[in-house]
């Protein structure tokens, strides 16, 4: 059974650029969420996605946008970057689009902002 | 506004011996409650999980207990493992996304 894999693994950026972090979610899986964990902090959500529309979102602005593809995979686009956004970004799959089931998280991609 | 607390930033404990990791939520519409472990450079690895219908669920060494009238649950790790040093992160559902606390670091002396 294949996990959730994240890319890249690491990332530096410069405040104000755009970056975009991909997921693929375990085998099975048809959810994927993202979660924002800054430094001494637990992970923040920041969105879900169900078949391919978002399904929940965080207290994140709208410069945090997804994607969800037809093969679950999924994209966390964020723009006009802040130095604020560094992070570790976790991706997250889980079996149905209900809540109560855990969640299995991918190593992350760690952003560091400029 | 802080809804999970991880009140205890750190715990040390000899190898063999019992690792008790506290939580308290302060929102009681949550129903679902799970610990996550969290080495360096991985992510969050899903342990044990218990709903609110429940006191108590165990799996292995792994034991969690809920009082649901007390707003706390605590993992309880026997015998605790050099293996089990890392970040433990307590988070809770209320039918909603998981909400995390900020998370023990545990160290398992030997």
């Known amino acids: 059974e294949t996990g959730v894999t994240q890319s890249p693994t690491h990332l530096i950026k410069t405040r104000g650029q755009q970056v975009t972090l991909r997921c693929s979610s375990q085998?099975?899986?048809?959810?994927v969420s993202w979660y924002q964990q800054a430094l001494g902090q637990g992970p923040q959500f920041i969105f879900q996605?169900?078949?391919?529309?978002?399904?929940g979102r965080g207290n994140f602005p709208p410069r945090f946008s997804g994607l969800q593809f037809p093969n679950y995979s999924s994209e966390l686009n964020v723009n006009a970057l802040e130095l604020d956004d560094s992070a570790l970004y976790l991706c997250a799959s889980s079996r149905q689009g209900a809540y109560n089931s855990p969640l299995h998280f991918g190593n992350g991609t760690r952003l560091t902002v400029t | 506004d802080q809804q999970v607390k991880q009140n205890s930033p750190s715990l040390s404990v000899q190898e063999g011996r019992i690792s008790i990791l506290n939580c308290d939520y302060t929102?009681?519409?949550?129903?679902?409650f799970l610990w996550y472990k969290k080495y360096p450079a991985e992510g969050p690895t899903f342990l044990i999980s218990i709903s609110s219908i429940k006191d108590k669920n165990e799996d292995g060494r792994f034991t969690v207990f809920l009082n649901k009238s007390a707003k706390h649950l605590s993992l309880h790790i026997v015998p605790s493992q050099p293996g089990d040093s890392a970040v433990y992160f307590c988070a809770a559902s209320a039918g909603t996304p998981l909400v995390f606390g900020k998370g023990t670091r545990l160290s398992v002396i030997a």
């Open positions: 996605y169900y078949r391919e529309e978002e399904n």
């Open positions: 085998s099975g899986h048809n959810t």
């Open positions: 929102n009681s519409m949550f129903d679902y």
